[in-house]
């Protein structure tokens, strides 16, 4: 009889210890090291190999990008992949160092922590077309988002801030998204509501 308290007290003892938390798991802690390390990667290779040619005049440069648009808009949706994952990932860090030294981490934790930096790469990239669909508070002519202004150094940083950006706080960003899909379909609804209402022209509604 003693021996079954015994057991009841540890296990609840365990389970007590349980719901505290720890600190985070170091196969976690790799796999975050490991996203950043990836995203870090692929932004220095595709920076040394930007399609566009330095030095060029501006007709050259229109000229340049007409040829080759496919490949450079290629690149440009690498290098935005690439600073979401750091982004998602630098959350991912910043988690890790808050969790480590309030020494509560859960194992419920490991999901968001492996998806997080995914994440962040696919908003880094969606970030990419709103921008050039003038959807983030700047038109596709500023200065930056047109085809000749990716050549500069300013305009490639324009769009790795909003990539980076997009990465770090990828769920305000998602609810950014929800936010003009809403506006998008209201407004589709709306119109589609208003022709149904309105008579077609030669019905008895509509003399």
């Known amino acids: ?7 009841a007290n540890e296990e609840t003892r365990a389970d007590h210890c349980h719901v505290a938390g720890g600190q985070p798991p170091f196969w976690i802690i790799l796999a975050v090291i490991v996203f950043f390390a990836l ?4 932004l220095v290779l595709l920076i040394f190999n930007v399609p566009a040619p330095e030095g060029l005049t501006a007709e050259e440069l229109a000229e340049f990008m007409d040829l080759h648009k496919r490949h450079v808009f290629l690149h440009i949706m690498g290098m935005m992949t690439a600073c979401g994952l750091l982004g998602g990932s630098l959350y991912d860090i910043r988690g890790l160092i808050k969790h480590s030294a309030d020494n509560d981490y859960q194992s419920s934790y490991n999901l968001s922590y492996l998806l997080r930096p995914v994440a962040g790469s696919l908003c880094g990239l969606i970030a990419l077309f709103l921008l050039m669909a003038g959807q983030l508070g700047m038109s596709p002519g500023s200065k930056g988002l047109s085809a000749t202004g990716w050549a500069t150094f300013e305009g490639r940083l324009l769009y790795l801030t909003f990539g980076f950006l997009a990465g770090d706080a990828s769920q305000v960003f998602m609810a950014k998204l929800k936010d003009i899909a809403e506006a998008a379909f209201s407004t589709t609804k709306s119109a589609s509501a208003k022709e149904k209402k309105e008579p077609r022209e030669g019905s008895p509604g509509s003399q």
């Open 39 to 42: 995203g870090a990667a692929m």
């Open 1 to 7: 009889m003693t021996e079954k308290v015994n057991m």
